[in-house]
C-alpha cells in the first residue's frame, strides 16, 4: 500500500467537529474547560492530486491538525485543532476554587478515534518504510485509536515544573490562556477549531539541562507528530517526553517530521504552445501580413513579424500553420516550418510542455534596395532575380 492510499483510509474515523463553545476570557482561576459544539461540520479544503494517481480519483479533504512550535532549544508550544482527539481524565481548579476532575470520555466524533472507543489507545498499527506504508504486527494497516493521555501537558502523578505544585494548577494556567484568547477571537474565525494544549520553556533561556530549569507543561505532547511518544496513561512514571527530549543543544534538528514529508504532486500543468513569424528579405514595397494558426484557428491576425506569445493548448499532437493576411498572398513566398516543429506542421506536446514552432517566409520579390522593384522573382529562399530602378522597365 502506498502512502497516499494509506492516508486516505487513516481519516475513516469521520468528520471533525468545528468550533467551540464561547469561553470566559479572564485569566483567572475561574475557568471552564474548553468544549466541542454540537456541529458535525468539517473545516474542509481540496487536496491537490497527486500526478500519479488516475485522474478519475477523487478529491480528498484536508484541514491542518496542529501548528506545532519550537523555538530553538528554550521553548516549545504546541495546538491542537479540537477534533483531533479525546482527552484522559485531568484535573483543574473551578472558579470555586476547588479541584475539578474531568473524566475521560469519547464520545463525540474525532477524527483520530473512533467514538466511545474503549482502546486500546495510542497503538502503532502501521509504520512507513521508503515510500511505503507497512502493517506493525499484529496489527493490519487499519485506523487506529488515539487518546491525548497527558491533556494540557503535565502529568498526574508528579509536580510539573519547580514553580507549579500541582498539575490541577497547571492545567488550570492553561486553560485559562486558551479562554482569555478565545474570548477575543471573533465567532466563525477558523482560529477557533484549535486549542493551545500546553507550553514550555526555560528559566531566562538556559540550557534544559539541569531539569530544574525546565519550566512550564513539563509532559507536553501532541496526538500527531507524538503520538507515540506519550506513554501508556496520564502518569510519568508510565512515560512520555516533552520538547526538551530531543531539543536540548543548539544542533539538534528541529523537526521530526519535515525531513520525511514530501510535497504535495500540484497537477501538471497545461500545455503551451508559441508561434513565431520570420519574414526574410521582405519586399519593401508592399507591406506583408500573416495570419498565424494553430489547428486551422488564426491566433494573431495581420502579423509582419513576431509571435503568438504562449498558447494554452490540450495534451497531444497540433498543427501550426498561417493564412496571408490582407493583402499578402502565400504564393510570393517559400515557406519553411521549424522549431519544435516537424515540417508539416505538427508538434506533440505533453502535460507541462512548452514548445515554440518557427514559421518563416522568404519573400521570392524581395531583397531589392532602394526604392528598386523586383521583374524576376526568385524561387526557393533565394529573393528577387531581377531587381529595376523606380523609372525603369522590366525587360
Request: glycine residues 10%; positive net charge; hydrophobic residues 30%.
Amino acid at each position: 500500500m502506498t502512502i497516499s492510499d494509506a492516508a486516505r483510509e487513516m481519516v475513516s474515523h469521520g468528520p471533525v467537529r468545528t468550533l467551540p463553545t464561547r469561553l470566559s476570557s479572564r485569566t483567572d482561576r475561574s475557568v471552564c474547560p474548553p468544549r466541542l459544539a454540537k456541529s458535525p461540520d468539517a473545516v474542509r479544503l481540496r487536496v491537490l492530486r497527486d500526478r500519479s494517481e488516475p485522474a478519475s480519483t477523487p478529491a480528498s479533504p484536508l484541514a491542518l491538525a496542529l501548528p506545532h512550535s519550537v523555538g530553538g532549544r528554550s521553548k516549545g508550544a504546541t495546538f491542537e485543532h479540537i477534533g483531533n482527539s479525546p482527552n484522559a481524565t485531568y484535573t483543574y481548579t473551578n472558579r470555586n476554587n476547588q479541584t475539578t476532575t474531568v473524566t475521560q470520555t469519547t464520545a463525540g466524533t474525532w477524527l483520530f478515534s473512533a467514538s466511545n472507543s474503549s482502546g486500546p489507545f495510542n497503538v502503532m498499527h502501521m509504520k512507513a518504510v521508503g515510500t511505503d506504508i507497512v502493517a506493525v504486527p499484529p496489527n493490519a494497516i487499519s485506523p487506529s485509536d488515539t487518546i491525548r493521555w497527558k491533556a494540557w501537558g503535565a502529568a498526574s502523578d508528579v509536580r510539573p515544573n519547580p514553580i507549579v505544585m500541582t498539575t490541577a494548577e497547571s492545567n488550570t494556567e492553561i486553560i485559562s490562556i486558551h479562554n482569555s484568547v478565545s474570548g477575543m477571537i471573533p465567532a466563525g474565525d477558523v482560529r477557533n477549531n484549535y486549542v493551545m494544549t500546553g507550553a514550555t520553556w526555560t528559566i531566562l533561556g538556559r540550557s534544559p539541562i539541569p531539569v530544574s530549569n525546565q519550566v512550564g507543561t513539563s509532559r507536553l505532547t501532541n496526538t500527531t507528530m507524538e503520538t507515540y511518544q506519550q506513554g501508556r496513561d496520564s502518569t510519568a512514571r508510565n512515560g512520555g517526553t516533552n520538547c526538551f527530549t530531543c531539543h536540548m543543544t543548539n544542533t539538534t534538528i528541529v523537526s521530526h517530521v519535515f525531513p520525511f514529508l514530501e510535497p504535495l504532486a500540484l497537477p501538471p500543468a497545461a500545455p503551451q504552445l508559441t508561434v513565431r513569424k520570420v519574414l526574410v528579405h521582405p519586399d519593401h514595397n508592399h507591406l506583408r501580413l500573416f495570419n498565424l494558426q494553430i489547428d486551422g484557428v488564426t491566433v494573431r491576425a495581420n502579423v509582419n513579424a513576431g509571435s503568438t506569445g504562449p498558447r494554452t493548448v490540450s495534451p497531444g499532437t497540433h498543427t501550426v500553420g498561417e493564412t496571408g493576411g490582407t493583402g499578402t498572398s502565400l504564393g510570393a513566398f517559400h515557406t519553411v516550418i521549424g522549431g519544435d516543429c516537424a515540417a508539416d506542421g505538427r508538434v506533440t506536446l505533453g502535460p507541462g510542455d512548452s514548445k515554440t514552432c518557427t514559421i518563416t517566409n522568404y519573400d521570392n520579390f524581395g531583397g531589392c534596395t532602394g526604392r528598386s522593384r523586383c521583374c524576376e522573382p526568385g524561387d526557393g529562399t533565394r529573393g528577387c532575380r531581377l531587381c529595376v530602378g523606380p523609372t525603369q522597365q522590366c525587360p
